[in-house]
């Protein structure tokens, strides 16, 4: 085509109008993988409760620790720490864990914000 071009001659080139397009099943398949995703569809993971998130803020401020004070001592990423303190997290049983024994709080169960240490039971 090159040479063609170089010794004057006339090259035609015509556009492919329908290629690298497969027309005949563009609508029906996104139609029936939508109908799939919403017959599917899963509840999103529970996020951490608001409770949890006050109860380790006040805890830390007792503490006189940063996010980053407490994401480093269990060995977390401090944007970790935001996101269980604002309530976005999805809870884990070992941070939470980590964070108990940390911040010497209960951050699991029914009471939710209460010292951890209390009377031992003989």
Known sequence: MLYA???GAVVGTDKKTTGGSNKA?????HQKIAKLDRENEVAPPPKVAPSVGRAMAT???????TQKDLAQK???KPSVMQEYES?????SVQILGKLERVLGVKLRGSQIGEKLGGPKKS
């Open 5 to 7: 071009r170089r010794s």
């Open 25 to 29: 099943h563009q609508g029906t398949d």
């Open 59 to 65: 805890a830390r401020a007792e503490l006189k620790l």
């Open 74 to 76: 269990i060995n977390e």
């Open 87 to 91: 309530g976005k997290a999805i809870p």
